[in-house]
């Protein structure tokens, strides 16, 4: 019995190992078909280690970032040739789409200052392969409000793909730290601090609240504001790793991307390392292992209220975890839960998934709970009119509430990177003011076309990228600084 036992544990070994090398070979395979690697793919900057972070300044920071932009213009794009200057490369110094030709390089850390005494902080934390671009409208907005504003650029962003092959989520937890120090600094005692974050920088704010709770030197804020948060990502996320092993042999140093694109956007990246993937994967899971520790302790009790944006259909991050892996789990602490619904007067509801036609009433426990919740939805199926239905904590009682704002004719749902810009952004707005600000606007392009002339996917240049709902989102934020 224990010989034949052996003999399978052999066979199975046997199998498994004979598996991975075949996965391994296709992925081999699969990545040698693809673009060359170029040197925004292969230069690496030098950015600040966490535990620098902890100890260095604001300026310190921006110092720093000030070293590696100029580094990156004499490793990588002078050494560009310059044969083709109309190419919309983000690091070839004549393209249109250059940001140090900008009036703002928005990849860059920025701090604005109020015009009279400050009422208030925040601090912005961007999203994975972004920049401090993606929430300078909300930085408009709390500036105007009398509120410090500091938008850090988290390291390994803003500047080379390459640069998030080597960063940790500890190094981000790390900048999330220092951001939050200066803009405890900046502001008279007891005024309110305020972190707002967008998907990985949303599960960064939410870590970082939870970490004050045990940390009394970390200054505390007051309230959080979520947008399309990461509290959870897909499981294919926590086996990354394994897609880049073959990365470690030179030849095949491809593999360690998952996408290898044109980088034509001047604030985000379009590729993608396995590494970025993985390091998603391992703050979204000790973000929920510290949520679920603390509910047992019942020390979310002290967590202050968040209010958190959330479209109901998201391609980057998990919605149900949203809701079962963060507002199930809160005390009733005036939090609140906005859920944007599918455009159900669209004509192409017949051709819509069961699953994000009945998404909201799949999503959501039964009422009474012990957060508010907000539907943004149609009027009614055949009207594109919105209305917020909300459920107000502890209540069982739906009020509607018109928002004079309608779903566009021709867009089916918002998506995870539409939530932070109004329609107007000059990047990604349907109705950008002024269009091509940046050197292109891709929230106006309607491409038309055969699948194989483009040299990116049609779901890249088709996917909502704005929010018709922005102005109302924008009073809900201003309404907690009240």
Partial sequence: MLQRTRLWLRRLTVLLVTMLIVLLALRIAMTERGPDLQLWHTWLPDELSDSQMDQDSWSDYLANEQKIFADMKLNVTDKLPDDNPETFNRYAEKSPVYPAHFATNWNRSYKLLP??????????????????????????????????????????????????????????????????????RSIPAGAPLQIMGFSNGGALAMKYALDA??????????????????????????YAGLAGLPSLLPAFARSAWLSILPEFNPFKYNSF?????????LLTSALQSQLHRD???????????????????????????????????LPANGSELVLFDINRSVKLSPLMRSTALHAVEHLLPPAPRTYTTTIVTN????????????????????????????????VYSLSHVALPFPLSDSLYGRTPAPPNEFGVSFGSLTPRGERSVLMVSLDMLMRQTSNPFWPWMVQRVNQTLN
Avoid: C
């Fill in 115 to 184: 015009a009279g005494k400050p009422r208030g902080a925040v601090v912005l934390l961007h999203g994975l392969t972004d920049s401090p671009y993606s929430l300078r409208h909300f930085a408009a907005n709390y500036q105007q409000k009398g509120y410090v504003v500091v938008a850090i650029r988290l390291p390994g962003h803003g500047t080379v793909p390459a640069a998030l092959t080597q960063v940790e989520w500890e190094d981000w937890m790390a900048a999330t730290r220092l951001a939050m120090r200066e803009a405890h």
């Fill in 213 to 238: 709770l045990d940390d009394a030197s970390l200054p505390a804020p007051n309230r959080l504001i979520l947008i399309s948060p990461m509290i959870g990502v897909s499981s294919y996320a926590r």
């Fill in 273 to 281: 390392p396995v590494k970025a993937a993985r390091q998603s994967w």
């Fill in 295 to 329: 509910s047992t302790n019942n020390t979310l009790s002290k967590l202050p209220p968040i209010l958190t944006f959330q479209s109901v259909a998201d391609a980057t991050v998990s919605t149900p975890a949203v809701v079962r892996g963060l507002y199930n789990l």
């Fill in 379 to 410: 009027v009614s199926p055949h009207n594109s009119a919105a209305v917020a239905q909300i459920t107000a904590a502890g209540s069982t009682e739906i009020t509607q509430l018109p928002l004079g704002l309608s779903f566009p004719a021709d």
